[in-house]
């Protein structure tokens, strides 16, 4: 059973780095593709990057290429998040997610982590 457990958020400023990581401790990944999701107050929750298996397929919302990375090893059942140049904007609960296929649809993710929290000062 894949269980999500995300962690690395924190209270950050302006142009700092987080690394927000994500592991399945049920070691389940099988070939599921994973993605980072994001949900600020108030709002819907947002799509923020996917992964495949492999590791050669990857997408990011428009808004977030060249400052989020994604990433995962599969030998550690573990998907990370490198967030460079934050911004306020950026605060958010993020969450990572699991799903069979390619796509960036939150509705589409079968499994879901508890969330961690990032938030950016000015």
């Known amino acids: 059973q894949v269980q999500l457990v995300e962690s690395g958020g924190g209270s950050v400023q302006t142009g700092d780095s987080l690394r927000l990581s994500c592991e399945d401790s049920g070691r389940t990944f099988g070939s599921r593709v994973m993605g980072w999701f994001r949900q600020a107050p108030g709002k819907e929750r947002e799509f923020v990057a996917y992964i495949n298996y492999g590791g050669d397929i990857i997408w990011y919302a428009e808004s977030l290429k060249g400052r989020f990375t994604i990433s995962r090893d599969n030998a550690k059942y573990a998907v990370y998040l490198q967030m460079n140049s934050l911004k306020p904007e950026d605060t958010a609960m993020y969450y990572c997610?699991?799903?069979?296929?390619?796509?960036?649809?939150?509705?589409?993710?079968?499994?879901w982590g508890q969330g961690t929290q990032v938030t950016v000062s000015p």
């Open positions: 997610a699991a799903r069979y296929g390619l796509g960036s649809d939150p509705n589409d993710y079968e499994w």
